[in-house]
């Protein structure tokens, strides 16, 4: 190993080191960057070195952040915040879980179900984790607790729930995502689709499986309603919004009758239309909601700026070369190193936040898959195919970091609204199942990945 090896491996420890002293992410990233410069430098003066990092590595980050603030696509950003966050605020979720809860009032397990079934159009239509697990907490954990769930089958359900908003879209993340790699975003949004629906039924499945051998964990409600044609119009009614502004934001992308930047500022139209239809729009609201929009956003877009500096420092030192010679030495053929990228990927995701590893990690190792020879077939119509395939195994595995301790976010916004009997061991057992059936879901798409690219393949052969 090289002197600039041993640089890139201590800076990696040491951000990963000072993460735990309670600092924001951004000034630790940013931090790291500079300190590492001035030691390159003063490495290169004092010691005859040559690790390439001086005031110009500094210069040139400069140049990085002002690209990355003119960046078109990343404007959809602030606009799916804002989305996700009036359509909280519009009072459709509620009326949904009302509806629905009688749809399946009659299935052992079926209030989990609706749970399952409002997280995932809550998905597709905010993509806000924090929103999505908070609002079917509060909607849904007492009405579980009242009608006999078993604490840790309701708390699990509502945390892996809520964490389907990462990846099906319209995804804050894969926007990210498509950014750092120069892929199209309509194409991740495509090949997400059957991934986000595999988690939902996965997640139904064992709902419906694990009540029916263990039926006292999930008790039939004793004043539920018999099924007819009023419940079920009911139902549509509630469902009819939020799949309208489904289709108004996807269908546009797909369609290709806009690009996701202007489809972003439809949807964000469209989940206020809704809340001022649901008269739930007024000044307050709207002040709350644009206060969060800035919050959540600043956040996001300054751990960009850390990130950026962080990164053009790890490429100066080679980090990129560290890591491709790395994986390309493993003796395990092509599939044997993606999964120890995933599983990586996986362990990463109990000490990073996805936006980390999404803006470090995931362009380091990107290069490599483009290397490996897997030959996955886009149909002569969807470019970098392979790519858009590893993206969705590597959103799959981020979505795991949101119920992994010890900074698994679903877990502390669940705990935020829990009641305070349950405590947080209370939820660690109930996402472990869920954990388990997201790397199920893993596994399969690593087998099939047509599963992925099928829809892609079917909007641009048509």
Do not use: H
Not at 146 to 157: E, F, I
Not at 344 to 353: E, I, S
Not at 358 to 367: G, R, S, Y
Not at 386 to 391: A, K, P, T
């Amino acid at each position: 190993m090289e002197f600039n090896d041993y640089l890139v491996i201590a800076m990696f420890l040491t951000f990963i080191s000072l993460l735990f002293t309670g600092f924001p992410v951004a000034w630790v990233l940013g931090g790291v960057s500079v300190w590492f410069t001035v030691v390159g430098w003063a490495s290169d003066t004092y010691f005859d070195t040559w690790t390439g990092l001086d005031y110009l590595t500094l210069g040139m980050s400069v140049n990085r952040i002002y690209k990355f603030m003119d960046n078109w696509v990343l404007v959809a950003l602030p606009m799916f915040i804002f989305m996700g966050l009036m359509l909280d605020r519009s009072g459709i979720a509620e009326k949904l879980m009302k509806s629905m809860q009688n749809l399946f009032g009659s299935v052992r397990g079926g209030l989990a179900v609706t749970v399952t079934t409002i997280g995932i159009i809550l998905a597709a239509s905010t993509g806000i984790i924090g929103a999505s697990v908070v609002l079917l907490g509060l909607l849904s954990l007492p009405a579980m607790m009242k009608q006999g769930y078993s604490k840790t089958l309701a708390l699990g359900t509502i945390a892996g729930s809520g964490t389907l908003g990462i990846l099906i879209p319209p995804s804050i993340m894969l926007v990210i995502m498509a950014d750092q790699l120069g892929l199209s975003v309509g194409d991740l949004f495509m090949g997400a689709v059957t991934p986000g629906i595999i988690l939902g039924l996965l997640y139904i499945s064992y709902i419906l499986a694990f009540c029916y051998i263990n039926p006292d964990v999930a008790p039939l409600d004793a004043d539920r309603k018999p099924l007819n044609f009023k419940v079920i119009w009911d139902i549509f009614v509630s469902i009819l919004p939020p799949a309208l502004l489904i289709l108004a934001v996807l269908g546009s992308i797909f369609a290709g009758i806009t690009t996701p930047t202007e489809a972003s500022g439809v949807g964000a139209l469209g989940a206020t239309l809704l809340a001022a239809a649901n008269k739930k729009l007024n000044w307050t609201v709207i002040v709350e909601v644009m206060k969060s929009c800035f919050n959540t956003t600043a956040y996001i877009f300054a751990i960009f700026l850390g990130a950026t500096c962080f990164a053009l420092v790890l490429r100066s030192l080679g980090g990129d070369e560290l890591i491709e010679r790395s994986l390309m030495a493993l003796p395990f053929g092509p599939y044997g190193v993606m999964i120890i990228i995933l599983a990586g990927v996986f362990l990463l995701g109990f000490f990073l936040d996805w936006i980390e590893i999404t803006l470090i990690v995931l362009p380091l190792i990107a290069p490599v898959v483009s290397t490996l020879g897997l030959n996955i077939d886009g149909g002569g119509v969807v470019e970098n195919a392979e790519l858009v395939w590893f993206v969705m195994l590597i959103a799959v595995s981020l979505q795991t970091s949101f119920l992994t301790p010890p900074v698994g976010f679903a877990l502390f916004y669940l705990k935020g609204v829990c009641p305070p009997e349950i405590k947080l061991s209370d939820i660690y057992k109930g996402v472990i199942p869920f954990i388990i059936l997201q790397l199920t879901g893993l596994v399969i798409i690593l087998m099939f990945p047509n599963l992925v690219l099928w829809l892609p393949i079917l909007a641009y052969g048509n």
